[in-house]
T-cell receptor
Framework: DAGVIQSPRHEVTEMGQEVTLRCKPISGHDYLFWYRQTMMRGLELLIYFNNNVPIDDSGMPEDRFSAKMPNASFSTLKIQPSEPRDSAVYFC???????????????FGPGTRLTVL | GQQLNQSPQSMFIQEGEDVSMNCTSSSIFNTWLWYKQDPGEGPVLLIALYKAGELTSNGRLTAQFGITRKDSFLNISASIPSDVGIYFCAGQLYKAAGNKLTFGGGTRVLVKP
């Protein structure tokens, strides 16, 4: 079974450029989460969707960050313009709504390592 | 930022040894989770705990939900080389406080040279 797919796996860009990270959740999952992982701040939730609708984006650090989920099988996280402090590993995770706590048993993708020079 | 204190930050293991790590919080949680992250991969859930005092095992892993609801422990028995990685705890106040998971800073488990 295919897990959560993220692309690209590595991205190196220059400050000021637009960056788009992509995520394909596990088929049939109806929750999708975007996280950022840094040494200083650990793993932080940026935004999550339920049935393609953004539910909580309070973790999005600034207006430079935006996320969309146009359909059940695709989501993007965009940073425009990018800054060096955005350098981090960005994870996408998905989960099937089984009527229990949707935060447990999230399946994480392999992450996108972003470096902004 | 991080609100969970996870310790130790790193540790060396020798094959066959038992390993322990813990996570403490200044506030209570009603769900504790333990994850393992291998290099270049995302975290994978190991154990979920839902009740104070609960002790749950998954193979050689055992985790406990502290009775104060402010801490949790993970033990690995008879460690093997593939236990190397970063272990994260996460706490949640489910159905309150936005439901979000709060993650610890991780315990990096390394093999003794």
């Amino acid at each position: 079974d295919a897990g959560v797919i993220q692309s690209p796996r590595h991205e190196v860009t220059e400050m000021g450029q637009e960056v788009t990270l992509r995520c394909k959740p596990i088929s049939g999952h109806d929750y999708l989460f975007w996280y950022r992982q840094t040494m200083m701040r650990g793993l932080e939730l940026l935004i999550y969707f339920n049935n393609n609708v953004p539910i909580d984006d309070s973790g999005m650090p600034e207006d430079r960050f935006s996320a969309k989920m146009p359909n059940a099988s695709f989501s993007t996280l965009k940073i425009q313009p990018s800054e060096p402090r955005d350098s981090a590993v960005y994870f996408c995770a998905s989960r099937l709504d089984s009527g229990t706590n949707p935060w447990v048993e999230q399946f994480f993708g392999p992450g996108t390592r972003l470096t902004v020079l | 930022g991080q609100q969970l204190n996870q310790s130790p930050q790193s540790m060396f293991i020798q094959e066959g040894e038992d390993v322990s790590m813990n996570c403490t919080s200044s506030s209570i949680f009603n769900t504790w989770l333990w994850y393992k992250q291998d290099p270049g991969e995302g975290p994978v859930l190991l154990i979920a705990l839902y009740k104070a005092g609960e002790l749950t095992s998954n193979g050689r892993l055992t985790a406990q939900f502290g009775i104060t609801r402010k801490d949790s422990f993970l033990n690995i028995s008879a460690s093997i080389p593939s236990d190397v990685g970063i272990y994260f705890c996460a706490g949640q106040l489910y159905k309150a406080a936005g439901n979000k998971l709060t993650f610890g800073g991780g315990t990096r488990v390394l093999v003794k040279p």
